[in-house]
């Protein structure tokens, strides 16, 4: 079964400096999908950022960019210029190819200070 | 607008009582998912639904059930045989193609 760690339950960053939430996965697959979801304090979870395993490039989504390092299972979210809105839940999320049964980290709480 | 709505938002239960939670999408999806989640745990599996009339367990099946008798529609029961059911639900679904989840906005389940 794949599992998805991510090792750092709470972090802050001061508003407009770049943060690094870090995650690492376990699976024996070659194919899969990574994900990032947000979860303000409403509690409705918000899509990120989208990575293919088979895509070396590393996706970004605007202030958004992940270090997909594939040898190392390791799936890491930047977030650049931190803004209030940014504090939340942030959970790491792992998908098999043809398979849409999705597994979730444990999730790190971000706050964004002013 | 298309989305996924889930009722009620906050559902209190007596021990002992089943109750059902509601899902229910209009963006044509197939898949459809439950998930539970307690406070530093993330979110787990329960059930979920790849198409019409078929459903698989998840990693915490036990003490619910489902149903999926409409590709629309995906409810959850939580039994009394679910021993510590307050936790906060979410459903979710998705297209085909890998393209992630479309989350409802949960519902806060609290026994009392």
């Known amino acids: 079964a794949q599992t998805v760690t991510q090792s750092q339950p709470e972090m802050s960053v001061q508003e407009a400096e770049t943060v690094t939430l870090s995650c690492t996965y376990d699976t024996s697959e070659n194919n899969y999908y990574l994900f990032w979801y947000k979860q303000p304090p409403s509690r409705q979870m918000i899509l990120v950022i989208r990575q293919e395993a088979y895509k070396q490039q590393n996706a970004t989504e605007n202030r958004f960019s992940v270090n997909f390092q594939k040898a190392a299972k390791s799936f890491s979210l930047k977030i650049s210029d931190s803004q209030l809105g940014d504090t939340a839940m942030y959970f790491c999320?792992?998908?098999?190819?043809?398979?849409?049964?999705?597994?979730f980290g444990a999730g790190t709480r971000l706050t964004v200070k002013p | 607008d298309g989305g996924i709505t889930q009722s009620p938002k906050y559902l209190f239960r007596k021990e002992g009582q089943n109750v059902t939670l509601s899902c229910e999408q209009n963006?044509?999806?197939?898949?459809m998912y439950w998930y539970r989640q307690d406070p530093g745990q993330g979110l787990r599996l329960i059930y979920y639904s790849q198409i019409v009339n078929d459903f698989q367990k998840g990693d915490i099946a036990e003490g619910y059930s489902v149903s999926r008798e409409k590709k629309e529609s995906f409810p959850l029961t939580v039994t009394s045989a679910q021993k510590n059911p307050t936790a906060f639900y979410l459903c979710?679904?998705?297209?085909?193609?890998?393209?992630?989840?479309?989350f409802g906005s949960g519902t806060r389940l609290t026994v009392v």
């Open positions: 979710d679904s998705s297209r085909q193609g890998n393209y992630g989840y479309t």
């Open positions: 963006l044509n999806h197939d898949a």
């Open positions: 999320a792992f998908m098999r190819t043809n398979n849409n049964d999705m597994r």
